[in-house]
């Protein structure tokens, strides 16, 4: 059973960088046409999503983060990591990591969410 | 950017009742369309995907239907737990995105 895990810090100063790793177990991030995806959702609205890592490495942004987003892999910690720059209070929201299977890849595995709060 | 609007935005029912949740995609997505199951508190949850396929250990009573830009999901007889908030999310080219979510209350 393959499960996701975000971890990192709950809380971050503005204009700083946000940083969390999605760890996955119960199968390798290496194997299979998987795409490994970022999602957020602020309190009470709606789900954002962020963007996608392939195995191999390649990479799709949301472009309304584009300019501040980073997603990369290390297949040798079975993790992948989101970096979003120059927060803002807007950037507070619980994010998701998620897998998916194949190009069009629905989300079929979610990690429980981790709540980051951006504030002074 | 392909924008997803679901309707209606909440609906309040009763147990046993048929439900139906629409999405219209901004233009024609295929069939690239997902629906997902969301309760306080926790992670989305993957009930069909590529508008009418059942994810699997999904109950049976949840169905999708829809192409191109209109798609419906449907509950055939609603239980206590599917009372929750339901997201559609295209998936025929990135940026993905998400309708803004259909609440499902108890009437």
């Known amino acids: 059973q393959v499960q996701l895990q975000e971890s990192g810090p709950g809380l971050v100063k503005p204009s700083q960088t946000l940083s969390l790793t999605c760890t996955v177990s119960g199968g390798s991030i290496s194997s299979g046409s998987y795409y490994w995806s970022w999602i957020r959702q602020p309190a009470g609205k709606g789900l954002e999503w962020i963007g996608r890592i392939y195995t191999s490495g390649s990479t799709n942004y949301n472009p309304s983060l584009k300019s501040r987003v980073t997603i990369s892999v290390d297949t040798s910690k079975n993790q992948f990591s989101l970096k979003l720059s120059s927060v803002t209070a807007a950037d507070t929201a619980v994010y998701y990591c998620?897998?998916?299977?194949?190009?069009?890849?629905?989300?079929?595995?979610w990690g429980q969410g981790t709540l980051v709060t951006v504030s002074s | 950017d392909i924008q997803m609007t679901q309707s209606p935005s909440s609906l309040s029912a009763s147990v046993g009742d048929r439900v139906t949740i629409t999405c219209r995609a901004s233009?024609?997505?295929?069939?690239?369309l997902n629906w997902y199951q969301q309760k306080p508190g926790k992670a989305p949850k993957l009930l069909i995907y590529a508008a009418s396929s059942l994810q699997s250990g999904v109950p049976s009573r949840f169905s999708g239907s829809g192409s191109g830009t209109d798609f419906t999901l449907t509950i055939s007889s609603l239980q206590p737990e599917d009372f929750a908030t339901y997201y559609c999310q295209q998936s025929y080219s990135t940026p993905r995105s998400f309708g803004q979510g259909t609440k499902l209350e108890i009437k």
């Open positions: 233009q024609s997505i295929s069939s690239y």
């Open positions: 998620a897998r998916g299977k194949g190009w069009n890849d629905p989300l079929d595995y």
